[in-house]
């Protein structure tokens, strides 16, 4: 299965939420309703998409409303979230998403993920992730995935994972506490 054969695919239990070309963004409930996208008109104004598009590398922050979001900068592709391992896969390359999987947990398992990129985020409340591009009230079920993370600070770290049967993003969300014992 391609990356960009479907808008969403289910299978192992797995979600998976592409975008039209344009970056995700990880946005708390509460404040989604504040994200318009692209704007109708898209005259110069390239609105929150815009913003969205502005974030250089894997990851940024950028405020919904009056809290920060986080963008998934650099390569759209289909995203889904590895629950127990806290972590957003990001499909790059894999003949198969059985490949995918398990590229990605063997990297974060044997701790040889190299994490280019990591910032600070705070979370008060689950988060949805979807394609940027879209007005939140434009976002049908399918087209998302709630995230259901505990309320705390974050550390959150990317990397790319280069191996010769698949390759991906992983974005990885860890408790600041967890981090401090490390």
Known sequence: MAASDAKQVKSAGLTWVSTTGGPHILVPES??????????????DEGDYGRACA???????????????????????????L???R???????????????????????????????????DVHEPVILFDSSCAHEHIAAEDHLLIDLAPGSYTVRAGYVDRPDASAILVQFTPTADRQSE
């Open 31 to 44: 404040s989604c309703e504040h994200w318009r996208g692209v704007p109708m008109d898209y005259s110069d």
């Open 55 to 81: 974030v250089d590398g894997y990851i940024g922050l950028i405020d919904v409303g009056t809290v920060p979001a986080l963008v998934f900068g650099d390569h759209p592709g289909m995203t889904t979230y």
């Open 83 to 85: 629950r127990s391992q």
């Open 87 to 121: 972590t957003l896969v990001r499909w790059m390359g894999a003949d198969s998403e059985a490949e995918l999987i398990g590229v990605a947990i063997d990297a974060l398992d044997s701790q040889t993920v190299p994490w280019d990129e990591e910032l600070l985020w």
